[in-house]
């Protein structure tokens, strides 16, 4: 989340399976380039939601 533009990031499903959700505020090429596959063996996916703020 100290990326620029990932406003958040959760632990998700995939297809069934456990994933990484990286959340982030407009689709954006460059972040999405800079984002990795996956982490530990485990697939990232990344979903754009717009803005998030904390409750």
Known sequence: MGMKGVVGTAVGLR?????????LE????????RLPRSAGGV?????VTGGMRRL
């Open 43 to 47: 697939p990232v996916d990344v979903e």
């Open 26 to 33: 407009k689709d954006d090429a460059g972040v999405r380039r």
């Open 15 to 23: 297809q069934g399976k456990p994933c990484i959700k990286v959340y």
